[in-house]
């Protein structure tokens, strides 16, 4: 099993920034996909960013050039830095690992974390 634990969500103004980080704990896979998916209130939860184990990184058009995810294999962390927030990124964040046994997808989630962008 693996655990997410996600941290860093909370109130800011538009144009602020925030941070989000997901520890993982549990069992490892030397191949897998961390990422970012976001659910507002009435709407399906989608993707926000990904990235690999070797670092490569994908992104929804709409947080192109304001988001940043990182990740430090080392402390099995993955990072969303999140500038220039908008109204419209106000969600709940939720931390998402995908590893492989054997070929076979074993995706996993953490509990969310609320992110509100207001004035």
């Known amino acids: 099993q693996v655990q997410l634990v996600e941290s860093g969500g909370g109130l800011v103004q538009p144009g602020g920034s925030l941070r989000l980080s997901c520890a993982a704990s549990g069992r490892s896979f030397s191949i897998n996909v961390m990422g970012w998916y976001r659910q507002a209130p009435g709407k399906q939860r989608n993707l926000v960013a990904t990235?690999?184990?070797?670092?490569?990184?994908n992104y929804a058009d709409s947080v192109k050039g304001r988001f940043t995810i990182s990740r430090d294999n080392a402390k099995n962390t993955v990072y969303l830095q999140m500038n220039s927030l908008k109204p419209e990124d106000t969600a709940v964040y939720y931390c998402n690992l995908v590893g492989w046994e054997e070929l076979v997808p074993l995706d996993y989630w953490g509990q969310g974390t609320q992110v509100t962008v207001s004035s």
């Open positions: 990235i690999t184990s070797g670092g490569s990184t």
